[in-house]
């Protein structure tokens, strides 16, 4: 499987300095090979190399490999800005408001190189990348999650925030997920946090509070609008959206290690519940919870992917309704956001610890939830009644103690 690792790289102010011209010259590049390639409609790297690739060597001074790569850079951007486009316009058609279309692309003057093996490889610790002053080789710091068994496939060099970086496109063979013992079932939830059937609950307190001192922020930054505070604007946006992916990162790893560790695969429930569950909304905070609500969703499940951990997506029906005790299923056991009590039995339980229960329990039984009953006597259905379809009854009770 394929995943993107960020990688700090440590440069002396002589090094910078090449770097940023090295970024200059390739970017300047860029811009002489897009207006064309947009004026001829030619996209295609082959074609775009034919008719540019020896003016771009020749005027540039790069070497035969950088100058390919510009021109790859243009003709990569041409074609996923006009399948962006593409998807756009289904929805503005649908919408029947006008159609975009593409229009000539340019490149920032630091904007991203996208190195290949040939003109950058990475080594233990340090990274032996072409620049404008020839090769040269700068340590890098290895953050936990990078693979200890990777080949990568590609990297680019970004700078950001006053420091380089290598993104770097690894890829890492996929282990044959062992056959689980049981479940960690995982509640996630788009405004709240992520909990799991073991009880644990990652909280999204600290990151709500950051988000709110970042939203405070903007709102003044916006109001005075000048250019410099729309710059700090956009740099603080970035700085938000990093720390809540790398909160993310912490807490996938979490997770996959419960998982990993006791040998246990992972429950997560389809997007229908949180669907159920979340009324659609566009605000600003809502659409950042949803951003960082599938980050996380996606996080768990290419670690779990790369730890050999088995992801089972389960029916995400009525998990937060469901008595993880006793399986009965009624819209008013969640009496609050926090609480859950069953209006059966009288169990009673943190709601989202109840919802992972539920999630787990049905990852093992790998049944449709979709059960008839009390007609059918209380007796679990491995198929949906066919007198009465899929309608929700009740389910067994289901063994959720140590598991
Ligand atoms: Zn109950």
Not at 258 to 279: S, Y
Request: hydrophobic share 35%; with cysteine.
């Amino acid at each position: 499987m394929q995943s993107v690792t960020k990688l700090r790289l440590v440069a002396s102010p002589d090094e910078r300095q090449t770097l940023f011209a090295t970024m200059e010259r390739y970017n300047a590049a860029c811009n002489t090979v897009s207006p064309i390639a947009a004026s001829v409609r030619q996209f295609s790297n082959i074609g775009l190399q034919k008719r540019l690739y020896r003016h771009v060597r020749e005027t540039f001074g790069l070497s035969a490999q950088m100058a390919q790569l510009a021109i790859r850079k243009v003709a990569g951007s041409y074609r996923s800005t006009r399948e962006a486009i593409k998807e756009q316009n289904k929805v503005l058609a649908a919408l029947g408001k006008p159609l975009k279309s593409l229009t000539e692309l340019s490149f920032r003057e630091h904007g991203a190189i996208c190195y290949d093996a040939r003109v950058l490889s990475l080594g233990r610790s340090r990274v032996s990348i072409w620049t404008l002053d020839g090769r040269i080789k700068l340590r890098y710091r290895k953050p936990d999650h990078f693979p200890a068994v990777a080949t990568v496939k590609q990297t680019d060099l970004v700078y950001r925030d006053g420091a380089f970086w290598l993104y770097a496109t690894v890829e890492t063979p996929d282990i044959e997920p062992a056959e689980p013992s049981g479940y960690l079932g995982v509640d996630l939830g788009v405004v709240k946090n992520a909990t799991t059937s073991d009880g644990v609950t990652f909280s999204s307190d600290a990151t709500e509070k950051v988000r709110q001192r970042y939203g405070r922020l903007k709102g003044v930054l916006q109001k005075v609008g000048t250019r410099s505070a729309k710059r700090k604007l956009q740099k603080i946006s970035g700085r938000e959206h990093r720390f809540k992916t790398n909160t993310n990162h912490v807490i996938s790893k979490r997770i996959v290690c419960a998982a990993q560790g006791t040998k246990r695969g992972i429950a997560l429930e389809d997007l229908k519940g949180i669907l159920l569950r979340t009324t659609v909304t566009k605000g600003q905070r809502e659409r950042h919870h949803k951003w960082a609500f599938h980050q996380l969703r996606s996080f768990i499940e290419y670690k779990a992917r790369r730890a050999g951990v088995q992801v089972q997506v389960i029916d995400g029906a009525y998990t937060s309704q469901q008595c993880s005790a006793c399986g009965s299923i009624h819209p008013d056991n969640r009496q609050t956001q926090a609480a859950f009590r069953c209006l059966a039995c009288g169990h009673t339980e943190n709601a989202d610890l109840n919802a992972a229960r539920n999630i787990a329990a049905r990852a093992a039984v790998n049944r449709p939830i979709a059960i008839c009953s009390p007609d059918t006597g209380g007796e679990v259905e491995s198929q949906a009644c066919k007198e009465h379809g899929a309608t929700y009854g009740i389910m067994p009770p289901t063994s959720v103690g140590g598991s």
